[in-house]
C-alpha cells in the first residue's frame, strides 16, 4: 500500500514538472526580436504655411441671372468665356439642360465608338455600376441633392457600358438621336445673353473669393513679415464680385518661424514642402526670401512653387512641413544597438541563433535607428528578426 503511494506521488511529481515546464517554455521568452522594415523619415520643420497668389477677381456689372459656363476648379483660357447674364432664370435652366443632354450625348458616341467587346473587364464594369449605385444612394441618403443627378447620369454611363460590353447595343442608336432633338429643340429657344464674362487671364476659375485677394499679393514679397502676417486682415468686396481667376504661373508659400529655424535656410534652397493635399503631396520649392521681423525674434520665409492644380488653387493656408533632408533605409529599434569589438551592429535571429550584423545608422532618435540597406552578405536585411530584448548574447548562441 505504501508503495502505491509512492509511486502515485511519483507520477504527479513528473506531471507537475512535466507541465511546468511546458508552461515556462510557452511564456519565458529568453529574447525578444522585431522585424527589420524598410522605412523613410525626414528632417524638416512644420509650418502653417499662407499662400500667396496672382489673383484677379472676376466682376459683373450687369443686372439679370447669372449662368457659369465653367465649373468651379475649372481651368479656363485667357478671354474664355466664364459666364452668361440672362434676363430670366429660366434661360439659366435650358442652359443647364443643354449641358446635361451634350453629356449624354457624348457618352453614349463614346459607347457606340468601342467595339472591342473581348477586351472589355465584365468585372471591372461590374464593380463600376455597384461603385457609382453606391454613390447615389449615399448622396440621398445624406441629403446631398446637389450630387444626386450627377451620381445618376455617372450609374446610366456605366449601366450602358456593361450592356455594350455584353453586345447589347441595338437601342443606343434610337437614343442617340432622341437626345439629338431635344437638345436641337432646346438650343433653339435659348435666348442669347445680354452680356458675358470673360477671363482677363488664363487660371483656375472659383466661384469664391476669401478677402485676401488684394492683401496677398505676388507685387511686393519683402513686406511679408511677421508684423504684416500678425495684422493680416480680409477685404470686403461689393455683390458684383462673383469669382476669381487663380494664376498658375509662379505662386509662393509663407511660414512663419523663429529666427533660430530661419538660419537653417538660404535663399536659393531647393526643397520640399509636404503637405496633407491628396493631389500634391509633395511640393518642389525654392526659398525666395527671409525677412526678419523687426525685434529679431522671428521671421517669415517665402518659399517659391511652380505646380499648381485645382486643390491648391482653392486652398489659402494649411499644416506643413518643410522637408531638409529625407532619410531612408532599414528601420530598427534604437534599443537593439550593441557594441562588439568597437562595431556597432545588432543582433539578429538566424536559423536558432543569434547573429551580430554591423550597421551604418544614417538616422536615429530616442526610438529607432535608419540603417543603411546593404544587400551584402553579413549585412542586416530586410524582415531580419532583430533583437532587442536578450542577455549575454554572442555570435552562434542557441535562442531558438
Same mark, same amino acid.
Given at each position: 500500500?505504501?508503495?502505491?503511494?509512492?509511486?502515485?506521488?511519483?507520477?504527479?511529481?513528473?506531471?507537475?514538472?512535466?507541465?511546468?515546464?511546458?508552461?515556462?517554455?510557452?511564456?519565458?521568452?529568453?529574447? !525578444?526580436? @522585431?522585424?527589420?522594415?524598410?522605412?523613410?523619415?525626414?528632417?524638416?520643420?512644420?509650418?502653417?504655411?499662407?499662400?500667396?497668389?496672382?489673383?484677379?477677381?472676376?466682376?459683373?456689372?450687369?443686372?439679370?441671372?447669372?449662368?457659369?459656363?465653367?465649373?468651379?476648379?475649372?481651368?479656363?483660357?485667357?478671354?474664355?468665356?466664364?459666364?452668361?447674364? #440672362?434676363?430670366?432664370?429660366?434661360?439659366?435652366?435650358?442652359?443647364?439642360?443643354?449641358?446635361?443632354? %451634350?453629356?449624354?450625348?457624348?457618352?453614349?458616341?463614346?459607347?457606340?465608338?468601342?467595339?472591342? =467587346?473581348?477586351?472589355?473587364?465584365?468585372?471591372? =464594369?461590374?464593380?463600376?455600376?455597384?461603385? /457609382?449605385?453606391?454613390?447615389?444612394?449615399?448622396? !440621398?441618403?445624406?441629403?446631398?441633392?446637389?450630387?444626386?443627378?450627377?451620381?445618376?447620369?455617372?450609374?446610366?454611363?456605366?449601366?450602358?457600358? %456593361?450592356?455594350?460590353?455584353?453586345?447589347?447595343?441595338?437601342?443606343?442608336?434610337?437614343?442617340?438621336?432622341?437626345?439629338?432633338?431635344?437638345?436641337?429643340?432646346?438650343?433653339?429657344?435659348?435666348?442669347?445673353?445680354?452680356?458675358?464674362?470673360?477671363? %482677363?487671364?488664363?487660371?483656375?476659375?472659383?466661384? *469664391?473669393?476669401?478677402?485676401?485677394?488684394?492683401?496677398?499679393?505676388?507685387?511686393?514679397?519683402?513686406?511679408?513679415?511677421?508684423?504684416?502676417?500678425?495684422?493680416?486682415? !480680409?477685404?470686403?468686396?461689393?455683390? /458684383?464680385?462673383?469669382?476669381?481667376?487663380?494664376?498658375? #504661373?509662379?505662386?509662393?508659400?509663407?511660414? @512663419?518661424?523663429?529666427?533660430?529655424?530661419?538660419?537653417?535656410?538660404?535663399?536659393?534652397?531647393?526643397?520640399?514642402?509636404?503637405?496633407?493635399?491628396?493631389?500634391?503631396?509633395?511640393?518642389?520649392? !525654392?526659398?525666395?526670401?527671409?525677412?526678419?521681423?523687426?525685434?529679431?525674434?522671428?521671421?517669415?520665409? =517665402?518659399?517659391?512653387?511652380?505646380?499648381?492644380?485645382?486643390?491648391?488653387?482653392?486652398?489659402?493656408?494649411?499644416?506643413?512641413?518643410?522637408?531638409?533632408?529625407?532619410?531612408?533605409?532599414?528601420?530598427?529599434?534604437?534599443?537593439?544597438?550593441?557594441?562588439?569589438?568597437?562595431?556597432?551592429?545588432?543582433?539578429?535571429?538566424?536559423?536558432?541563433?543569434? *547573429?551580430?550584423?554591423?550597421?551604418?545608422?544614417?538616422?536615429?532618435?530616442?526610438?529607432?535607428?535608419?540603417?543603411?540597406?546593404?544587400?551584402?552578405?553579413?549585412?542586416?536585411?530586410?524582415?531580419?528578426?532583430?533583437?532587442?530584448?536578450?542577455?549575454?548574447?554572442?555570435?552562434?548562441? =542557441?535562442?531558438?
Amino acid at each position: 500500500m505504501k508503495k502505491n503511494s509512492v509511486i502515485k506521488f511519483f507520477l504527479v511529481a513528473v506531471a507537475l514538472i512535466f507541465v511546468f515546464h511546458q508552461l515556462f517554455a510557452a511564456f519565458y521568452k529568453p529574447i !525578444t526580436t @522585431e522585424t527589420a522594415v524598410f522605412y523613410t523619415t525626414h528632417d524638416g520643420i512644420n509650418i502653417t504655411g499662407i499662400i500667396i497668389r496672382n489673383e484677379i477677381l472676376v466682376e459683373n456689372n450687369d443686372s439679370g441671372v447669372l449662368h457659369f459656363m465653367v465649373d468651379d476648379g475649372k481651368r479656363v483660357s485667357k478671354d474664355g468665356v466664364i459666364a452668361g447674364v #440672362y434676363t430670366n432664370e429660366s434661360a439659366s435652366i435650358t442652359l443647364s439642360q443643354i449641358s446635361r443632354l %451634350k453629356k449624354q450625348i457624348a457618352d453614349i458616341e463614346d459607347i457606340l465608338s468601342f467595339n472591342d =467587346i473581348d477586351a472589355s473587364n465584365l468585372q471591372l =464594369i461590374n464593380n463600376k455600376v455597384t461603385a /457609382n449605385l453606391n454613390s447615389l444612394v449615399l448622396s !440621398t441618403s445624406n441629403g446631398n441633392y446637389s450630387t444626386v443627378s450627377d451620381n445618376a447620369a455617372e450609374l446610366l454611363s456605366s449601366i450602358n457600358r %456593361k450592356q455594350v460590353a455584353m453586345g447589347q447595343t441595338g437601342n443606343f442608336a434610337g437614343q442617340l438621336d432622341s437626345l439629338n432633338t431635344e437638345l436641337a429643340k432646346l438650343e433653339s429657344s435659348l435666348p442669347a445673353a445680354k452680356a458675358t464674362i470673360s477671363a %482677363k487671364e488664363s487660371g483656375y476659375f472659383l466661384s *469664391k473669393t476669401d478677402g485676401y485677394e488684394k492683401t496677398l499679393t505676388t507685387a511686393d514679397l519683402d513686406g511679408i513679415t511677421p508684423e504684416f502676417l500678425g495684422e493680416l486682415k !480680409t477685404n470686403e468686396y461689393g455683390e /458684383n464680385v462673383v469669382g476669381k481667376i487663380v494664376s498658375d #504661373y509662379e505662386w509662393y508659400i509663407a511660414a @512663419e518661424v523663429s529666427i533660430n529655424d530661419s538660419m537653417n535656410y538660404k535663399i536659393g534652397d531647393a526643397l520640399e514642402i509636404h503637405t496633407s493635399v491628396k493631389s500634391s503631396p509633395i511640393l518642389p520649392v !525654392t526659398v525666395q526670401k527671409i525677412n526678419i521681423s523687426e525685434n529679431g525674434s522671428k521671421a517669415v520665409i =517665402i518659399f517659391s512653387c511652380n505646380e499648381m492644380n485645382t486643390e491648391l488653387a482653392s486652398m489659402r493656408s494649411g499644416p506643413m512641413t518643410v522637408v531638409s533632408k529625407s532619410y531612408s533605409g532599414l528601420k530598427v529599434p534604437k534599443k537593439s544597438l550593441r557594441v562588439v569589438d568597437s562595431k556597432k551592429g545588432v543582433y539578429v535571429v538566424s536559423g536558432m541563433q543569434a *547573429k551580430f550584423v554591423e550597421i551604418e545608422i544614417v538616422y536615429s532618435n530616442d526610438n529607432y535607428m535608419i540603417c543603411k540597406r546593404n544587400d551584402a552578405d553579413g549585412s542586416l536585411k530586410l524582415y531580419d528578426r532583430v533583437v532587442v530584448k536578450g542577455k549575454n548574447l554572442y555570435d552562434g548562441k =542557441i535562442v531558438g
